[in-house]
């Protein structure tokens, strides 16, 4: 009876897994390509996960927020990023085009906490009594020695990085080293796009105005 029951599930799962992937080999494959940017358009976002759920597929942006990677008609792609709202872009089933590409900007997810109040003593009414009971009339004289800006300034020079910098340098690390895995760096002098926007600063005289 045990062994009757257990034939009966592969069987199962195997049709049933036959049944998908001819499902999914009748569907068009398509390669979606395309540049995820921030609310403003303005700066691209690396990092960002994009896949397909439970599908096993996926791929990240890199450092210009370009990526790309092969789907099939009819999936649903994910976007996902941390502090970024979640999107999901719908591949058509009846695409007729064998390459589709998008502009995919993302917004900032807000997330609001309940106030939290935290008191140095276990009740309220102790808490009360202790600022009552401490002494204001021997106010302690300000450091003006401490809001020097040579002093500010050389803190903010030794300060360490912050969590959101790290996490920035580490992703673009990642990513670099990703694509330095396929070939060289590219060398900006052979770059005509670097040598138009040279020229044109000349012109313009932007050289001169900062000597």
């Known amino acids: 009876m045990t062994a009757i029951l257990i034939l009966f599930v592969v069987g199962f799962f195997g049709i049933h897994r036959s049944a998908e992937a001819q499902d999914t080999s009748d569907r068009k494959v398509v390669q979606l390509s395309g540049v995820i940017l921030n609310a403003d358009s303005t700066t691209a976002i690396p990092g960002v996960n994009i896949y397909v759920p439970k599908k096993g597929r996926g791929t990240s942006s890199n450092r210009f927020g370009y990526f790309s990677m092969p789907v099939v008609a009819g999936d649903s792609v994910v976007f996902s990023y941390i502090g970024l709202k979640r999107q999901t872009l719908k591949i058509p089933e009846n695409i007729d085009e064998d390459k589709v590409s998008y502009i995919l900007t993302m917004i900032q997810d807000e997330i609001a906490l ?15 009594n202790a600022i ?13 020695g401490n809001l020097s800006p040579q002093l500010l300034l050389r803190w903010a020079e030794e300060m360490p990085a912050s969590g959101n910098e790290n996490f920035r340098q580490f992703t673009n690390q990642q990513t670099q080293q990703t694509m330095d895995r396929y070939g060289p760096r590219p060398l900006p002098l052979l770059n005509p796009f670097a040598w138009a926007q040279f020229i044109k600063s000349i012109k313009n005289g932007d050289l001169r105005n900062r000597d």
């Open 114 to 128: 309940q106030e939290v109040q935290v008191m140095p003593y276990p009740t309220e009414e102790e808490f009360k």
């Open 132 to 144: 009552l009971a401490v002494n204001v009339d021997a106010e302690p004289p300000l450091n003006r």
